[in-house]
């Protein structure tokens, strides 16, 4: 059975950070592509960062360009954002994906297999 199971949310103040951790079991963690989405209530849910199984190549939506970097451990099965300069607007549920059909590239969220139960992400005045 795969499991991701997000950690590390929380409430901040803006201008500080915060780290979300995923960690994952029941897949084949080396071949997989991981990333992480957001989602505030009633929207879609939003592409925020993506990582190669290698670690080699990552991709990031325009907002967190600059201010989050993902990085993963493939000999602990984890996968880690590390977000600086929080802003009011990165508030929202933050969602740990994995695409384990050795593709990377695509931003959409049909095109991962498996979900995390998401970690809630505030970011107050």
């Known amino acids: 059975q795969v499991q991701l199971v997000e950690s590390g949310g929380g409430l901040v103040q803006t201008g500080g950070s915060l780290v979300l951790s995923c960690a994952a079991s029941?897949?084949?963690?080396?071949?997989?592509?991981m990333a992480w989405f957001r989602q505030d209530p009633g929207k879609e849910r939003q592409f925020v960062a993506a990582i190669s199984w290698s670690g080699r190549t990552t991709d990031y939506s325009d907002s967190a360009r600059g201010r989050f970097t993902l990085s993963r451990d493939n000999a602990k099965n984890t996968a880690t954002l590390q977000m600086n300069s929080l802003k009011l607007e990165d508030t929202a549920v933050y969602y740990c994906a994995a695409d384990t059909t050795r593709h990377f590239g695509d931003r959409l969220p049909a095109s991962f297999d498996y979900w995390g139960q998401g970690t809630q992400v505030t970011v107050s005045s």
């Open positions: 029941g897949l084949s963690f080396t071949t997989a592509s």
